[in-house]
């Protein structure tokens, strides 16, 4: 069993910084053998893509909407991945949500993802 609990949400101003935190429990296999993925969705919206990480951090993969301003990252020893969010926009306003999966790559494909964590609020205000 793999439980996800995000944190570091909040409302910020646009042009603001957050980084969200998103700590695994695991009680099977190791954390660093799970590819890892960020999504949100908004009120009335579908849930998104935004960014994902191979198991070891040496692969990323973003949504066209965050590059150059969101970084993921994982700590393995801390069982953690990382979400740092520069340069806010109201349009990144969202339940922002962690979840793995049990192949070591990540994806943009909520689908393919096995586990997920409760979510944490984003709010950019304009």
């Known amino acids: 069993q793999v439980q996800l609990v995000e944190s570091g949400g909040g409302l910020v101003q646009a042009g603001g910084s957050l980084r969200l935190s998103c700590t695994c429990t695991?009680?099977?296999?190791?954390?660093?053998?799970?590819?890892m993925g960020w999504f949100r969705q908004a009120p009335g919206k579908e849930r998104e893509f935004v960014a994902g990480?191979?198991?070891?951090?040496?692969?990323?993969i973003y949504a066209d909407s965050v590059k150059g301003r969101f970084t993921i990252s994982r700590d393995n020893a801390k069982n953690t991945v990382y979400l740092q969010m520069i340069s806010l926009k109201p349009e990144d306003t969202a339940l922002y949500s962690c979840?793995?999966?049990?192949?070591?790559?990540?994806?943009?494909?909520?689908?393919?993802?096995?586990?997920w964590g409760q979510g944490t609020q984003v709010t950019v205000s304009s």
């Open positions: 695991t009680s099977g296999r190791a954390f660093n053998t799970y590819g």
């Open positions: 979840a793995a999966r049990k192949p070591m790559l990540s994806t943009a494909s909520w689908s393919n993802y096995d586990y």
């Open positions: 990480i191979s198991w070891n951090g040496g692969n990323t």
